[in-house]
C-alpha cells in the first residue's frame, strides 16, 4: 500500500467518535480480560451486534479496542488469583502469580502492561511490512505441517513439566485422552459421550483451565490455610503496597527486551498459522525461553524475565492472526473468525482484495490495532497500583470471589451446566495435583493439541494411501519434526553434559 493510502486512512481516523468508540473498547476489553471465562472471543461477538448501527470505522475502533485489551488484561487475574483471563495468558500465572505471592504484584502487574503493549506493537509492525509473504508460507500447510505444528507444541511438555519429564508425560497423554471426547473428526461417530448430547461437542478448554488453575488454586489454598501465616502475609504485602513500585528498573528491562523481541516474532508467526492461538504461542516461547535463558532454573517460579516473555508472546500473536484473516480470508483464531463475519457485514471481502479494492479501510484497521495497543497501554499503567490494592484483601474473601467467578465464567461460555461440572472435577483433580507435585500445564496442552494431532495424522494417511514417510518427505514438514525431535533431545544431551562437566 502507497504512502498516500496510509495517509488518507489516518486523517479519516482523526474524529472524536473514533477515539471516543476506541476508548470504550479498550475499557471493555479490560473487564472482559480480566474475568476468568470471558474471552476476547466472547467480548467480541457480544459486542458486535452494537457496531451494525456505527460507521465501519467507530466499529472497528471499538473491536479493535476491546481485542487488543482483553488479550492483555487476561494477564491481571492470572497474576492476581492464579487463574488466566483468557487462554494466552496461561503462562502469565506460571510467573506473576508466584511474584504476587512474593509481595511484587505491582510490579508484575506493570511488566504485564509494557511487555503486551511491546508484543503487540512488534506483531502490528509485521504484519503491515510482512502480511503477504506470512500468508504465502501458511497456504502451503496441509494435514502433515498441521500435525508437526502440534507435536512441536506437545514437545513443550518437557519444558512445563517442573523437572519430571515423567510425570508430565502422563498428564498430557491424559490430556489427549480428554480431547478424544465427543464427535469423531473422520467417521463422525460419538467416542466417550456415554449417551449425553452435551458432551458431543467435546470437553471445551476453558472450563478445563478454570477448574485447573482458579478452583483447583482456592481448594488447595484451604487445605494448606495457616491463618497466622496469611496475617504475616498480608502485613508483609502492604508494605510493598505502599511502596507503589510498578515501572521495573530500566536496567532489566534492557536485558529482557532483546528475548521479548524475539518472542513477539515468534508469537507472530505462530498466530499466522490457522487455529494456532496464544496460548500456543506463549508455550512455545516461554518454554524455548526457559531453555535458553541463564535463569531458566527461576522460570515458574517468580521470574520476572519469564513473566516478560509471556506477556509479549500472548499480545503478539494479534498481528499474525490479523494477517490470515485479512489476506487469505482464513480466520488465525476463534477471534478473527468473529471478526471476518463483521468485515461481511460491512460489505467487505476478506482476502487478497482486501489490499487492493478496500486498502484504505485495510490501513485503518491496522492503524486502529496500534491506537489501541498505545491507549491500552496508558489505561494499564495508570491503573495498575489500584490492581495492586486488591491484593490485601483477605483469602477467605478472594476464595468466595474466585469461586463465583469460576462458576459463572465456565457456565456462561455455552451455557451449558455439563461445563461447571466439568469445572468441579478438574479443580479437585487439580488440587490432588497440586499436593502430590504433578504439573498441571501438560494435561491442559493435551487437552489443547490432542484433537490436532488426531484429525491432521488420519487426514494424512488417507492423504497418503498409509505411508508415514509422507511426514518426511514435504519440506516443511520435514523441518517442523526436525525441531520436534531436537526439542526432545535438547535436554538430555544438556543434563548430560552437566553430569560430565561436574565430574570433570
Do not use: H
Not at 386 to 399: E, I, S
Request: charged share 10%; net charge positive.
Amino acid at each position: 500500500m502507497s504512502i498516500d493510502v496510509w495517509m488518507s486512512a489516518f486523517s479519516n481516523l482523526l474524529t472524536p467518535s473514533v477515539f471516543l468508540y476506541l476508548i470504550a473498547g479498550v475499557l471493555i476489553g479490560t473487564l472482559i480480560g480480566a474475568l476468568p471465562g470471558l474471552s476476547a472471543t466472547m467480548g467480541i461477538a457480544l459486542v458486535t451486534p452494537i457496531t451494525f448501527w456505527l460507521d465501519k470505522a467507530d466499529g472497528f475502533a471499538m473491536l479493535m479496542g476491546l481485542w487488543n485489551a482483553a488479550i492483555f488484561a487476561g494477564g491481571i487475574t492470572a497474576i492476581l488469583i492464579n487463574t488466566p483471563g483468557t487462554p494466552a495468558s496461561l503462562t502469565q500465572s506460571w510467573d506473576g502469580y508466584p511474584l504476587y505471592k512474593q509481595g511484587k504484584g505491582g510490579l508484575a502487574l506493570g511488566i504485564n502492561v509494557i511487555y503486551s503493549f511491546l508484543g503487540g506493537m512488534v506483531s502490528i509492525i509485521l504484519l503491515i511490512l510482512l502480511a503477504s509473504p506470512i500468508a504465502s508460507i501458511t497456504i502451503k500447510f496441509g494435514p502433515a505441517e498441521y500435525c508437526m505444528v502440534a507435536l512441536f507444541g506437545m514437545s513443550m511438555m518437557i519444558a512445563v513439566s517442573g523437572g519430571d519429564v515423567l510425570k508430565g508425560l502422563v498428564l498430557g497423554a491424559l490430556g489427549i485422552l480428554l480431547s478424544t471426547v465427543g464427535i469423531d473428526p473422520v467417521t463422525g461417530l460419538q467416542r466417550f459421550c456415554f449417551g449425553r448430547t452435551d458432551l458431543t461437542a467435546g470437553i471445551d478448554f476453558i472450563p478445563v483451565m478454570i477448574g485447573l488453575f482458579g478452583l483447583a488454586e482456592v481448594l488447595f489454598q484451604i487445605y494448606e490455610y495457616n491463618a497466622q501465616q496469611e496475617e504475616k502475609d498480608r502485613e508483609a504485602r502492604q508494605v510493598n503496597l505502599k511502596l507503589g513500585k510498578v515501572l521495573p528498573p530500566a536496567k532489566e528491562m534492557s536485558r529482557w527486551t532483546p528475548r521479548c523481541l524475539i518472542s513477539a516474532v515468534v508469537a507472530t508467526i505462530v498466530g499466522a498459522i490457522p487455529a494456532a492461538g496464544g496460548d500456543i504461542a506463549s508455550i512455545i516461547c516461554w518454554g524455548n525461553s526457559k531453555r535458553m535463558s541463564k535463569e531458566g532454573d527461576e522460570y515458574g517460579k517468580g521470574s520476572m524475565e519469564g513473566l516478560a516473555v509471556s506477556s509479549s508472546a500472548n499480545n503478539g500473536v494479534i498481528g499474525g492472526a490479523m494477517c490470515t484473516m485479512l489476506t487469505l480470508g482464513i480466520p488465525g483464531d476463534a477471534t478473527t473468525a468473529v471478526l471476518l463475519g463483521s468485515l461481511m457485514m460491512y460489505g467487505m471481502t476478506p482476502g487478497y482484495k482486501m489490499f487492493t479494492e478496500n486498502a484504505e479501510f485495510t490501513a485503518q484497521i491496522m492503524i486502529l490495532m496500534i491506537l489501541a495497543n498505545i491507549a491500552f497501554l496508558i489505561i494499564g499503567l495508570a491503573t495498575a497500583k489500584v490492581c495492586a490494592r486488591f491484593l490485601n484483601m483477605r483469602q477467605p474473601t478472594v476464595w468466595v470471589a474466585v469461586s463465583v467467578l469460576c462458576i459463572v465464567g465456565s457456565f456462561c461460555i455455552n451455557k451449558r451446566f455439563t461445563d461447571v461440572v466439568i469445572m468441579f472435577a478438574m479443580g479437585i483433580l487439580g488440587m490432588f495435583l497440586k499436593i502430590y507435585k504433578f504439573p498441571i500445564g501438560p494435561l491442559v496442552l493435551g487437552l489443547l493439541l490432542g484433537a490436532t494431532i488426531e484429525k491432521n495424522v488420519r487426514l494424512a494417511m488417507v492423504i497418503s494411501g498409509g505411508k508415514w514417510s509422507y511426514f518426511v518427505t514435504r519440506p516443511i514438514s520435514c523441518v517442523l519434526l526436525i525441531l520436534v525431535i531436537a526439542t526432545f533431545l535438547f535436554p538430555i544431551i544438556k543434563s548430560l553434559v552437566k553430569k560430565k562437566k561436574a565430574q570433570a
